[in-house]
């Protein structure tokens, strides 16, 4: 099974700064990567597929990169709705999710 | 508008059963493999099981390989998860999802999920 590893945990980043939020997969995916925002009390929302292509409704701040086993989740300049926990997915050998990280306002 | 609702969960007793069950609307049912994915109180997401447009392929997850079965009834735009044997360390909320990509073809990402229904395993 491919493991899914997000790092940090929880990032405390200030409205209007960017962030940075990061996955590793314990094998190459290729770019067979997804990001998922979750806010409080509501299912997951469908960022980025395909490591780097914007979901519809996803606003152009955000963005993914990457392949292989190292990916990335950018936020350019920090809104207060993009207060939430981000999960990676890989979804090149079964379907498996990282722990999540916890994206707080400083 | 793509709609998913779940429905079925409760309280179970360790070794009881349950069958949830995701009603769909809002697009072609047919068309597009749906998945369960779970998530435990305070937890992250864990994929359940998937079963293609056609219902032909079922895929599970190691935990519920076995005690789980999925299917779905196209007629109906039905998808239903049932549960047996089940374990304290399933309680969870239990989602619906549906795969991104049209038949076989396209990014296996989930791009519309329901609200979930909660399933607690407690004696």
């Known amino acids: 099974e491919i493991e899914m590893t997000q790092s940090p945990a929880t990032l405390s980043v200030s409205p209007g700064e960017r962030a940075t939020l990061s996955c590793r997969a314990s094998?190459?995916?290729?770019?067979?990567l997804a990001w998922y925002q979750q806010k409080v009390g509501q299912a997951p929302r469908l960022l980025i597929y395909?490591?780097?292509t914007r979901a519809t409704g996803t606003p152009a701040r955000i963005s993914g990169n990457g392949s292989g086993t190292e990916f990335t989740l950018t936020i350019s300049s920090l809104q207060s709705e993009d207060f939430a926990v981000y999960y990676c997915?890989?979804?090149?050998?079964?379907?498996?999710f990282g722990q999540g990280t916890k994206l707080e306002i400083k | 508008q793509v709609q998913l609702v779940e429905s079925g969960g409760g309280v179970v007793q360790p070794g009881g059963s349950l069958r949830l069950s995701c009603a769909a609307s809002?697009?072609?049912?047919?068309?597009?493999?749906i998945h369960w994915v779970r998530q435990a109180p305070g937890k992250g997401l864990e994929w359940v099981a998937v079963?293609?447009?056609?219902?032909?392929?079922?895929y599970y997850a190691d935990s519920v390989r076995g005690r789980f079965t999925i299917s779905r009834d196209n007629s109906k735009n039905t998808l239903d998860l049932q549960m047996s044997s089940l374990r304290p360390e399933d309680t969870s909320l239990y989602y619906c999802?549906?795969?991104?990509?049209?038949?076989?073809?396209?990014?296996?990402?989930?791009?519309?999920w329901g609200q979930g229904t909660l399933v607690t395993v407690s004696s």
């Open positions: 094998q190459s995916v290729r770019s067979n």
């Open positions: 079963i293609s447009y056609d219902g032909r392929h079922k």
């Open positions: 999802a549906k795969k991104m990509g049209f038949e076989a073809a396209g990014s296996p990402a989930f791009d519309h």
């Open positions: 997915q890989q979804y090149s050998n079964g379907y498996t």
């Open positions: 395909a490591a780097s």
């Open positions: 809002g697009f072609t049912f047919s068309n597009y493999a």
